[in-house]
């Protein structure tokens, strides 16, 4: 029996395709609704009390309209501050995304790493306690960078972006006391992946990429075993507030297999 629910990924742009692309190459024949909170972009610049007030009822929301299987938070931000809040408001899993701290404390051998996310996701305690259970014999430096989030917007856009501006980011991690050790950067926003090998390309020393993705990929894909899926999947983009596509976008997007568009 066919089952036409789709699984529902969330983000406050397109951040959230790092997530969706390796979910959909474990999981093909499922139906995908990406929404971007454009309406609300960034988050990562906002307070606790504002993303707390803003994403569990817009979710909510999304939820009554779309009748998801899952929900997937592909959002670090949101996903440390709210994950607890939304799993109470709402009736099905959802799945977040925190940042890969145990996965960079496994794989770094000079046992110094950064976490590089927004502002509001460092500042979390959630990143105090991964960075204790899972890094305790680790140096872990963080940096929050709301310019990464927004050239891996204009990336997507099609806006031409500067090796320098990446520099700029990088050094905000590595040039802090023990920067020089760092072999390993966790990319603790989900914008993050869409600009690897830019990162790569600007880094002054090669260094490891680590994001929570296929992970999280993982998990969805444990969450939904044995269940049916839709005989013909679709895939749509909902943004919460109206947007001038590009073509470099609707075609980033469609490289998803997101062809619909629609505006909450
Ligand atoms: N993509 C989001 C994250 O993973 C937030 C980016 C933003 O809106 O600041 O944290």
Redesign the pocket.
């Given at each position: 029996m066919a089952d036409d629910r789709p699984i529902l990924m969330f983000?406050?742009?397109v951040?959230?395709l790092s997530v969706l692309a390796p979910t959909r190459a474990l999981l093909p024949a499922a139906s995908y609704v990406y929404v971007a909170?454009n309406g609300?972009?960034?988050?990562?610049?906002?307070s606790e009390a504002e993303i707390a007030a803003r994403v569990p009822a817009l979710l909510g929301r999304l939820v009554e309209r779309h009748r998801p299987r899952l929900v997937t938070i592909?959002?670090?931000?949101?996903?440390?501050i709210v994950l607890a809040a939304v799993r109470a408001a709402l009736d099905l899993p959802v799945v977040g995304?925190v940042p890969a701290i145990k996965p960079a404390a496994e794989q770094s051998v000079t046992r110094a790493f950064g976490v590089l996310?927004?502002d509001?996701?460092v500042r979390q305690p959630y990143v105090d306690d991964l960075s204790a259970r899972f890094a305790a014999d680790c140096l872990v430096l963080r940096h929050g960078s709301?310019r990464l989030?927004e050239l891996?917007e204009a990336k997507l856009r099609g806006d031409r972006t500067y090796v320098d501006d990446y520099r700029a980011v990088l050094s905000g991690l590595l040039d802090q006391p023990g920067g020089e050790r760092i072999d390993t950067v966790v990319l603790?926003?989900?914008?993050?992946p869409l600009v690897a090998e830019e990162l790569a390309a600007a880094a002054p020393r090669p260094l490891r990429f680590v994001d929570g993705g296929p992970g999280i990929a993982r998990r969805i894909a444990h969450l939904t075993q044995g269940q049916c899926w839709p005989k013909a999947p679709s895939g749509e983009a909902v943004f919460t507030a109206p947007i001038e596509t590009s073509d470099a976008l609707r075609s980033a997007l469609a490289s998803h297999s997101l062809d619909r568009l629609s505006i909450l």
């Amino acid at each position: 029996m066919a089952d036409d629910r789709p699984i529902l990924m969330f983000d406050s742009g397109v951040g959230g395709l790092s997530v969706l692309a390796p979910t959909r190459a474990l999981l093909p024949a499922a139906s995908y609704v990406y929404v971007a909170d454009n309406g609300g972009f960034p988050y990562g610049t906002k307070s606790e009390a504002e993303i707390a007030a803003r994403v569990p009822a817009l979710l909510g929301r999304l939820v009554e309209r779309h009748r998801p299987r899952l929900v997937t938070i592909a959002c670090n931000t949101a996903s440390t501050i709210v994950l607890a809040a939304v799993r109470a408001a709402l009736d099905l899993p959802v799945v977040g995304t925190v940042p890969a701290i145990k996965p960079a404390a496994e794989q770094s051998v000079t046992r110094a790493f950064g976490v590089l996310g927004t502002d509001a996701t460092v500042r979390q305690p959630y990143v105090d306690d991964l960075s204790a259970r899972f890094a305790a014999d680790c140096l872990v430096l963080r940096h929050g960078s709301a310019r990464l989030v927004e050239l891996a917007e204009a990336k997507l856009r099609g806006d031409r972006t500067y090796v320098d501006d990446y520099r700029a980011v990088l050094s905000g991690l590595l040039d802090q006391p023990g920067g020089e050790r760092i072999d390993t950067v966790v990319l603790a926003c989900t914008h993050f992946p869409l600009v690897a090998e830019e990162l790569a390309a600007a880094a002054p020393r090669p260094l490891r990429f680590v994001d929570g993705g296929p992970g999280i990929a993982r998990r969805i894909a444990h969450l939904t075993q044995g269940q049916c899926w839709p005989k013909a999947p679709s895939g749509e983009a909902v943004f919460t507030a109206p947007i001038e596509t590009s073509d470099a976008l609707r075609s980033a997007l469609a490289s998803h297999s997101l062809d619909r568009l629609s505006i909450l």
